[in-house]
């Protein structure tokens, strides 16, 4: 049989399978706004008609450069009249028809909260996307976490500092310094907590619906299965020493719990105040292991396409190995053309719909897209955009194994070089190099 017989069979299928498919689909429509290269109906049947003619021209594309070959290319290549997931494809554009930009194959990008194992139990649960999940993400790992109406996450403490941002509801904190000072507060949505390596510390849901909230961690392969609870280290100490070092006799060491508590329900505590009282001068007030309003404290970087709020440790002074950015872009709006000297960059999507490209040496380049309750990695100095492909605005974190956030972008970088060094590399007239902006915006205006 002729290759160009098969070619059409798969052809056919592809459009009867996307003629079933296209009802509807505002997503479908927004690629299909978005440029000349994407995969389109209205296209593709155009092509479906012209299948033959198509298939010579684009026989003759082949003899031209990867470039040309590719943007010129037509749908046939693309079909996929076997299985698929349906599902995941309309999730993933750029995966199902990537940009003709993107080349080889770079390591996974991207995994979701919502494909992991969901530790659930009475009082709330919890999952993690760490170095298990993304291989290459070696600096950092993520927790999301729930906890009900007055639940705990038992009193623990472990190996990785830990950063956090309230995502919904309310908790009350509490973390004790070497020094045995204190510190006790509330937060809500938008407020952040850090807590060092080693300090012991508590998280319980208030009042209302409890709340959730996203921890990273310093360590891409920590395990929030993995942390010292204080069940555990009781339980496991001979009740004679529990004797001489507490004071508890044997009966009252068999009502300690005998196995860890971990998450679980218990009564709302009183009024913040109440607990500060009761700490009286070891109430520790120097050190503000919270920070209030991350979502809307001003910042320079702001713009018509949206806002870049950066906490690192010169704003929040114990935030001393994570630092952090908070972006909002709008619909169509992009995080510029960047990339981090200092730090790989995980990010962590709490809102909208975007996708993302990133280019590494080789050159390695792969496009992926990102919803709501995502992980993104950018490997460590690898350039990279972030664009708000959806209706609504996103908004991401991207954070850092670094005491500082630093970024290098290109367009401030490409209007610092002199006339004749920008116009060796990038082969223009001086006039178009000229109309970019002269300055790192962070997020542009649209
Ligand atoms: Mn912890
Ligand atoms: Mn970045």
Redesign the pocket.
């Known amino acids: 049989m002729p290759a160009d017989d098969n070619e059409l069979r798969s052809t056919e299928a592809f459009a009867e399978k996307e003629a079933n498919a296209e009802d509807g689909s505002q997503d479908r429509q927004n690629q299909e706004d978005r440029g000349p290269d994407r995969l389109t109906r209205r296209a593709f049947v155009g092509t479906a008609a012209m299948a033959s003619a198509s298939l010579v021209s684009a026989a003759n594309a082949f003899s031209q450069s990867r470039r040309d070959t590719m943007e010129g290319r037509t749908d046939d290549y693309a079909s996929d009249p076997g299985p698929e997931n349906k599902v995941l494809l309309d999730l993933n554009p750029d995966s199902n028809l990537p940009p003709f930009t993107d080349k080889g194959n770079p390591p996974p990008f991207w995994y979701s909260f919502d494909l992991t194992a969901k530790r659930l139990q009475g009082g709330g649960w919890t999952h993690q996307v760490t170095e298990r999940e993304i291989a290459q993400s070696k600096d950092l790992a993520g927790v999301n976490m729930r906890l009900t109406s007055g639940s705990f996450?038992e009193l623990?403490?472990?190996l990785a500092d830990?950063w956090a941002i309230m995502l919904a509801g309310r908790a009350r904190v509490s973390v004790m310094q070497p020094d045995g000072n204190m510190f006790i507060d509330d937060v809500e949505r938008g407020d952040l907590w850090y807590?060092p390596a080693g300090y012991p510390?508590s998280?319980q849901g208030l009042e209302g619906p409890g709340c959730e909230f996203l921890?990273v961690f310093d360590q891409g392969d920590f395990s929030e299965d993995d942390?010292f609870l204080l069940s555990d280290l009781l339980a496991h100490i001979p009740p004679d020493v529990i004797q001489k070092n507490m004071g508890w006799t044997r009966q009252e060491w068999d009502q300690l719990p005998p196995e860890e508590l971990y998450i679980f329900p218990a009564e709302l505590p009183g009024p913040l105040e109440a607990d500060k009282r009761f700490l009286g001068s070891r109430l520790e007030t120097e050190n503000q292991y919270t920070f209030h309003g991350a979502l809307t404290l001003p910042t320079p970087h702001q713009t018509a396409g949206g806002s870049a709020r950066v906490l690192d440790s010169t704003n929040f002074p114990v935030s001393k190995n994570i630092a952090s950015a908070v972006v909002v872009l709008k619909p169509g709006a992009i995080r510029e053309l960047h990339w981090h000297p200092n730090a790989s960059e995980w990010q962590y999507w709490i809102q909208g719909k975007g996708r993302m490209t990133i280019v590494m040496t080789g050159p390695k380049a792969r496009t992926s897209d990102f919803n709501a309750g995502d992980v993104g990695y950018v490997p460590n100095m690898a350039g990279h955009y972030i664009e708000n492909t959806g209706t609504e605005d996103v908004i991401f974190l991207e954070m850092f194994r670094t005491h500082q956030y630093q970024s290098i972008s290109v367009n401030e970088w490409i209007s610092r070089m002199p006339d004749r060094m920008a116009q060796a590399h990038l082969r223009l007239p001086v006039s178009t190099i000229r109309r970019i902006p002269s300055s790192q915006l962070v997020v542009l205006p649209k």
Do not use: N, P
């Open positions: 996450r623990h403490w472990h830990e807590f510390h998280i921890l942390t």
